[in-house]
């Protein structure tokens, strides 16, 4: 599941907004405080929009709301339900419509006490808290103890990335669920979350640029990974690179096709570097290479270009056998 995310402490042009994220799955907003009708009529047009759209939507609220507008459980919402709820309350609710629960607050005795309630479990997902605050946001093993419990109850586990533009308030320093993703990246945290963390379900928790957005749907749809770099003028034409499946932890290879390349001068290697096997290197002359690492001075491979420094990181979550597509944009 991939998930954008639309709040209504703005106005925005709802079509333009939606189509925007065409390849996705599911949209999450929040009528967490109430906004008297207006609020609740805005979310009602982003809702029809959605569905027109065959997007999932999911929406977080609190008791009191739900309360208020028990309506909200007839309409095919996913409910994300925070303070006020009972595990009694989130046991019936997921009898009556998909509810998420919060991944983050959770505990095993808590959840237990949820499923003893006898809770319907497939209408049960655990999404994570995005945080606002500098230094709040999730440690990275407590983030995965938390989601290996929640999976070892057969419960679909969501995080959220961080965006780089609009970003939301209150302090406008992104909304990660990781603490280590505050304000790089989004694409970065996305394959984080999906190569490192093992989630299948992520949402974008605020606006995003359209390059960043534009990879993550082409990993998504096409299982490719990009990356924005500058190249040489004799080396523009490469587009790309196929990735061997023996993998190194300094260098990422490609599968080699023999060309008989001149040595330059002697270089210092930094990660992001791009290379090609010069003739010291004998037979393997022409193979295209990305430094995983600062590998120092070196004599057998020219530097042919570099990745953007704010793409660096994705190399640490290239695996054998992926396809790179390079974006000279």
Wanted: aromatic share 10%; glycine share 8%.
């Amino acid at each position: 599941m991939l998930g954008f995310s639309l709040y209504f402490d703005k106005d925005y042009d709802l079509d333009k907004a939606l189509d925007r994220f065409g390849g996705f799955d599911l949209l999450f907003t929040s009528i967490h405080y109430q906004g008297g009708k207006e609020v609740l009529a805005k979310f009602s047009r982003l809702y029809d929009k959605a569905k027109e759209r065959g997007l999932r939507v999911c929406v977080d609220l609190n008791k009191e709301v739900l309360d208020e507008n028990p309506d909200l459980l007839s309409k095919d919402l996913i409910i994300r339900l925070d303070y006020g709820f009972s595990p009694a309350d989130m046991a019936n609710l997921s009898k009556r419509a998909k509810i998420s629960i919060n991944a983050s607050t959770i505990a095993c005795d808590l959840l237990e006490e949820i499923m003893g309630c006898g809770a319907n479990k497939e209408n049960i997902l655990a999404i994570h808290n995005f945080y606002p605050l500098d230094f709040t946001g999730l440690a990275v093993d407590f983030f995965k103890k938390r989601n290996d419990l929640f999976k070892s109850f057969g419960i679909e586990v969501a995080a959220f990335v961080p965006g780089n533009t609009d970003l939301r308030g209150p302090v406008y320093k992104s909304l990660p669920s990781l603490e280590g993703h505050r304000m790089k990246n989004p694409y970065t945290c996305y394959l984080d979350l999906v190569r490192t963390c093992g989630l299948t379900s992520v949402i974008i928790a605020e606006g995003i640029e359209d390059r960043e957005l534009s990879y993550i749907k082409t990993f998504k749809e096409d299982g490719k990974i990009s990356l924005r770099v500058s190249m040489d003028e004799p080396y523009k034409s490469i587009s790309g690179m196929k990735v061997r499946s023996d993998l190194s932890d300094y260098i990422i290879r490609n599968e080699r096709c023999y060309k008989n390349i001149p040595s330059a001068l002697p270089a210092f290697v930094k990660k992001g570097d791009i290379l090609i096997c010069n003739e010291k290197s004998g037979r393997y002359s022409g193979e295209l290479e990305l430094a995983k690492k600062d590998l120092g001075l070196v004599y057998d491979r020219n530097i042919i270009g570099k990745v953007a420094k704010a793409y660096v990181d994705v190399l640490d979550y290239i695996e054998g056998g992926d396809e790179l597509v390079f974006d000279r944009r």
